[in-house]
């Protein structure tokens, strides 16, 4: 899968964090938002700040032009957190918010289940 296609996802499902799972469904990591974004942005110019001077930045164009090649590996994060499918939703927020993520894993006896996200709390918990 390219990091465009991912990118893809994001758009068509309105979501920040997407899981990438093996063959044998287990999660070999996720890609946020934030990560597919930071690819395209090197280090120093995150640490400049305010770009605004720039009507064009050439590793963002590279990105750009290069994101149907680059392997979505490129972007995985393999740092994510995960519970298992009978975790509580007051456990799930909790590791949300100490993690200060938008989603995390949930699996059954180690193979993906599904996501869930704090718009997922809000939206299904607090306002059904």
């Known amino acids: 899968m390219s990091v465009k296609q991912v990118a ?3 758009f068509r499902n309105e979501t920040l964090t997407l899981p990438v799972v093996d063959a044998e469904e287990k999660v070999v990591g996720v890609v946020r938002c934030v ?11 995150r640490m400049i700040g305010g770009l605004r001077f720039l009507s064009e930045f050439e590793p963002f164009d590279r990105f750009l032009h290069d994101e149907d090649r680059m392997p979505v590996d ?9 519970v298992e499918e009978d975790a509580s939703i007051v456990e799930v927020t909790s590791l949300l ?29 607090m306002r059904t």
Do not use: C, Q, W
């Not at 990560?35 to 110019?45: C, N, R, S, W």
């Not at 490129?74 to 995960?82: A, R």
């Not at 993690?99 to 299904?124: C, F, P, Q, W």
């Open 8 to 10: 893809d996802l994001f």
């Open 35 to 45: 990560d597919l974004l930071g690819a395209a942005m090197p280090e120093y110019a």
């Open 74 to 82: 490129s972007v995985l994060t393999k740092d994510y957190i995960k």
């Open 97 to 125: 918010l100490h993690h200060k993520e938008n989603a995390l894993v949930v699996t059954k006896e180690g193979n993906y289940l599904g996501m869930v996200s704090l718009r997922d709390i809000i939206t299904k918990v």
